[in-house]
C-alpha cells in the first residue's frame, strides 16, 4: 500500500496518499463525534478514526439548516480524546459497538434519526483481492447512505477514490481519465450528465 492514492479530488489538486491519511491520523489529539463538514477527506478522515477508536458518530448533511445543525450539535456532540491508536488496525478493523447516524432532511419538522451499525451499513461490500485494484468514481454526497455505501466499499477493498459528484462536466471527464476509473456508482441523472461536454 506503500504511496498508494486514497483520496483524489483534480478541481482542487487533491491527492492523499494512504501514508499520509494514516500520518494525519495520527496527529488528531480530539475529534467530535457529530461530523459537520463539506470537505469529503475531512469526513472520511473522520469516519475512519471513528472506526479505529470504535465510537459511534453522527453524520451531519452539508445540505442541513444551521439551526437543524445546531440542534443536533447541542444534543449528541462529544468530544472524544485521541490517543495510542493503532493505525496498522486499518488491516484487520475490530468493530463492538460503532454505529453512525444520519439524519432525515428535517423539511418537514425536526431530523429523524437513522442509525446503522457497521454490519447494516456495510453488509453490500464485496471484499476481496479481487476488489484490491478497483479505482472509484465517488458521485455521492458523502453525508448520504449511499456516498457511505460507495465509500465503505472502497476502503475496506484499499481502493482509491475520486471525487466525481457535483464538479463541471469537463473535470468529471477528466478525472475519469487520468485515474483510470474502473467504477462508478451513480444516479441515471449523473450519466446522463456524462453524455455532454461544456
Known sequence: MKNKLFYCDLSSNVEISYDKLKGDLNNIKSFNTCIDEQNYYSIFKKIILSLLLDESIYLIDSEFSTSNK????????????????????????????????LFSSGTTGDPKQVLHTFDTITRSVRKSEKHNNDIWG?????????????????FLNFNQIIRLFDLPIHIIHQSIEKYKISH??????????LCFNE
Open 184 to 193: 462508478i456508482s451513480a444516479t441515471p441523472t449523473f450519466y446522463r450528465l
Open 138 to 154: 465517488y458521485a455521492y454526497n458523502p453525508t448520504h447512505i449511499a456516498g457511505l455505501q460507495v465509500f465503505f466499499q472502497s
Open 70 to 101: 445546531k440542534q443536533i450539535i447541542n444534543k449528541y456532540n462529544k468530544s472524544i480524546p485521541v490517543k495510542d491508536i493503532d493505525i496498522s488496525s486499518l488491516n484487520n478493523l475490530k468493530i463492538k459497538k460503532w454505529a453512525i447516524t
